[in-house]
């Protein structure tokens, strides 16, 4: 199982859309002034419906990862009918949020989940954007067409007569 950026296959909408946190002095997390990039990656696998994403986290402080965040929005019973498994473990390690443990992290990573949690996974317009980019990029993937990304309407403005 592969994953890949949303800036590989949709690089507009990746740049317009992919989450930039500024942390200032004054905070309630132990992270140090910086900007904090969140960038999706998503599985590659043809035919994968995973309904995860992987947050490559960046900041502005070094290079590489601060940390890698697995998120499944799913519901246990759907990770449990996708596994054909119920092992509790392996359902755990789907859902919801969590560092891969796979990946590089920095000292910042315990703390950028609990900012994750916290901040990011309260904001429901950013959770549906989210998965409108794993819907996105699953039609790339599987060769299907994908949904049209609606565009910001124009306000019409009336004319004086």
């Known amino acids: 199982m592969g994953y ?3 800036y590989e296959l ?13 942390i200032g002095e004054q905070t309630e997390y132990a992270l140090p002034p910086a900007t904090y990039t969140f960038i999706e990656q998503f599985c590659n696998d043809r035919g994968c419906d995973c309904r995860r994403v992987f947050f490559y986290v960046k ?22 009918e996708w596994m054909g498994d119920d092992d509790p473990l392996s359902i755990e390690q789907l859902k919801g949020p969590m560092l ?8 910042l990573a315990n703390e950028l989940v609990t900012f994750f949690i916290d901040v990011l996974l309260n904001d429901k317009e ?9 819907r996105l990029f699953r039609g790339k993937i599987d060769g299907k067409p994908t949904l049209k990304i609606p565009s910001k309407k124009r306000k019409k403005k009336k004319r004086k007569a």
């Open 4 to 6: 890949q950026s949303l």
């Open 10 to 22: 949709f690089p507009a909408i990746a740049e317009r859309e992919t989450r930039n946190i500024i």
């Open 59 to 80: 900041s502005s402080l070094r290079e590489g990862p601060e940390a890698v965040i697995a998120y499944g929005w799913e519901s246990e019973d759907y990770y449990i």
């Open 100 to 107: 891969n443990l796979a990946s590089p992290r920095t000292e």
């Open 126 to 134: 950013y959770i549906e954007r989210v998965k409108r980019h794993y």
